[in-house]
């Protein structure tokens, strides 16, 4: 593994299923993040953690939950997903003490 | 409220130069970042600004004013791969980044 990796690719999900969306990162980075794009709104920040054991609300939380068992591992879970969840799911990481977040590969989801 | 504005699009031809400006409004604010979107990509980092004034990296330079809420990312000698979405974004506090709509840019021949 180098950097980020994000599992699924892409996943189409019926509205009401319970989806957890994975991130693994191998830089030994304290925090990681997850954030959402949709087309025209940017990415907008869901949850973020900064250490192992911590996690916190960002802009768009409601629908989402996170955990942070371990350094290397972020998964966010979408416990009842509805349409309106449909985006574009990037995870980052970064060094306590940097300001530059790296971005894994991106999860496509579609809620019908 | 916390909240960037940043042109939606702007297209310039190969070797010119552009200025992608963004503005800002928070209450809490740390530094102006600047990240690249290719297509179906993933954003990476291009520059930071924790100060005011220029910073350098080769052909991309970033500059920040804190009295007048503005920043901007200047792009040399353009090239046909700089064709992306580039987003302007400040740390709130402790890395936690608010990002602007976003800007893409179209290079054309």
């Known amino acids: 593994i180098a950097g980020i990796t994000q599992a699924p690719t892409s996943q189409i999900l019926a509205a009401g299923r319970r989806m957890t969306l994975r991130c693994t990162q191998d830089m030994r980075h304290n925090a990681m993040y997850w954030y959402r794009q949709d087309l025209g709104l940017g990415l907008r920040l869901i949850h973020y953690?900064?250490?192992?054991?911590?996690?916190g609300k960002g802009e768009v939380p409601d629908g989402y939950s996170v955990s942070r068992a371990n350094t290397d591992d972020f998964p966010l879970t979408l416990a009842s997903a509805v349409p309106s969840q449909t985006s574009v799911y990037f995870c980052a990481s970064s060094d306590s003490e940097a300001v530059e977040q790296f971005f894994g590969p991106g999860t496509r989801l579609t809620v019908l | 409220g916390q909240s960037l504005e940043q042109p939606s699009e702007v297209t310039a031809v190969e070797g010119a130069i552009v200025q992608i400006n963004c503005t800002y409004q928070?209450?809490?604010?740390?530094?102006l970042s600047w990240y690249q979107q290719h297509d179906g990509g993933a954003p990476t980092f291009l520059s930071y600004n924790g100060l005011d004034g220029l910073e350098e990296t080769g052909r991309f330079s970033s500059f920040l004013s804190r009295s007048d809420s503005y920043g901007y990312l200047l792009l040399q000698e353009l090239q046909m791969k700089d064709s992306a979405s580039y987003f302007c974004?400040?740390?709130?506090?402790?890395?936690?980044?608010?990002f602007g709509a976003g800007t893409r840019l179209a290079v054309h021949p």
């Open positions: 928070t209450s809490g604010f740390y530094g």
């Open positions: 953690s900064n250490t192992a054991g911590t996690t």
């Open positions: 974004a400040f740390s709130g506090g402790y890395n936690k980044l608010i």
